[in-house]
């Protein structure tokens, strides 16, 4: 044999069963997308830097210490690959001129985003997300239906009593101001308490301090100031409508006062879905409103609001609460000899034309192997073709939970698979 080589630390393979739950996943939030009418993008997994500086905020941990950033030898500059999906959905959204006329346009992509973490259980270089993003409505309404139709996807896999949504507000820039200058003076009397990157996130972005995660930082985090105290009279009643708003879809959920979300762009809104089922990895979606994104980044001003959700941390959740059916036949067929083989392949060829899972042994070997490959499958029956069935006009169809096995005419067998 000759070299080996291993994947990328802090990358996965995702093989077998595992591919189960993440098509499950998948395929439940497509099916929510379509009933709220979302339209699918598909967007570069790279984008030019400046996109994600502007738009995520140059302070952030993700621009500041996260982001895979190669030079673009074509044009000067620098590209990196998308850390999040917001600020390259905006992006489109300008470039495309989606903004005239001024509706409401709801966006979902599903793909992957890329960190440079340090890889942890529940933390990928290369993860996916599920991301929706609403633009072009400020309507309190939209923030209470986006978030229902979050909710409505844990419930859809089964995972709405793992999980719990919180809530907050975290202002505009009108009332920010003032709450900012309250946590400087809190976190400075705190300042050789704080860790390192606090200490850095307190002269560029206090709000940050909120999100830090060491319990030493906690121990003070949460005899901070809230927002919820400083809100303006508009933010205050947009907070307000979302609560009643949210009340009238029956979506439970808690305030958190202290809860931001790690990027500079939200305003008003936020909340994320959190479970206590995967250590420290709580939070498995989340988002808000970000009414300033598309003028950051050079369009004209236009509300928006929106999600993601990490479908690895899903996945994980998934498999730590429930199974997904595996991929199995329901048909095996089984046939020797040259006459044999050719009838079998017509009953296949119609099982799966009539959308049964069936499978058939390329090898051809003896009834005996072949038969131990239909136990193997995990095939409900395996229809067996022998040459003399044919001759008589039947086939042996063998249930293989408790090996009784029965003949019976080619038509009452269909008969059989369709019930």
């Avoid at 309507?139 to 896999?157: H, N, Q, R, V, W």
């Avoid at 762009?265 to 959190?274: H, K, L, S």
Wanted: glycine share 10%; hydrophobic share 35%; with cysteine.
């Amino acid at each position: 044999m000759g070299q080996m080589f291993q994947r990328v630390k802090g990358f996965q393979d995702i093989l077998g069963d595992d591919c189960l739950y993440w098509q499950y996943a998948e395929d439940t939030i497509k099916a929510i997308f379509k009933q709220y009418s979302i339209s699918e993008v598909r967007l570069p997994v790279l984008e030019r830097t400046e996109v994600f500086n502007r738009g995520i905020g140059g302070t952030t941990d993700i621009v500041e210490k996260e982001m895979f950033t190669m030079d673009d030898s074509s044009g000067g500059g620098t590209l990196s690959l998308r850390p999040e999906a917001t600020a390259g959905i905006v992006r489109a959204y300008i470039e495309n001129g989606l903004y005239n006329p001024p509706i409401l346009h709801r966006f979902y992509c599903i793909g992957p985003m890329f960190r440079k973490e340090n890889p942890q259980k529940g933390r990928f270089r290369q993860f996916v997300q599920g991301d929706v993003e609403f633009l072009g409505s400020s309507s309190p309404l939209t923030d209470a239906d986006i978030i229902g139709m979050l909710m409505s996807y844990f419930d859809k896999l089964g995972l709405g009593k793992f999980v719990k949504l919180e809530l907050n507000s975290v202002g505009c820039p009108k009332c920010r101001p003032s709450y900012q200058k309250k946590l400087i003076d809190y976190f400075n009397g705190h300042a050789g308490e704080m860790c390192e990157d606090c200490n850095r996130r307190l002269e560029r972005n206090p709000l940050r301090v909120l999100d830090c995660k060491q319990q030493k930082c906690r121990e003070f985090i949460k005899n901070a100031p809230i927002m919820l105290d400083e809100l303006c009279d508009e933010c205050k009643e947009h907070f307000d409508n979302v609560q009643y708003y949210l009340g009238l879809l029956n979506v439970p959920f808690v305030i958190n006062p202290l809860m931001v979300r790690g990027l500079d762009y939200y305003v008003r809104t936020a909340f994320e879905v959190v479970t206590d089922k995967l250590g420290a990895a709580s939070a498995v979606g989340g988002g808000g409103r970000y009414d300033g994104l598309v003028e950051t980044l050079g369009g004209p001003s236009t509300p928006g609001i929106g999600f993601a959700i990490g479908m690895d941390r899903v996945v994980a959740l998934l498999k730590e609460v429930s199974t997904v059916e595996k991929l199995q036949p329901l048909v095996y067929v089984v046939t020797f000899g040259d006459k044999s083989l050719e009838e079998g392949l017509k009953v296949l060829t119609r099982l799966r034309s009539l959308g049964i899972v069936a499978e058939i042994d390329y090898a051809q070997k003896g009834l005996k192997n072949q038969m131990k490959k239909a136990d193997r499958s995990g095939a409900k029956y395996a229809i067996i073709m022998g040459e003399d069935e044919l001759a008589r006009g039947v086939v042996s169809v063998r249930t293989m939970a408790n090996s009784s096995q029965e003949e019976m005419s080619l038509e009452n067998f269909y008969k059989l698979i369709k019930e």
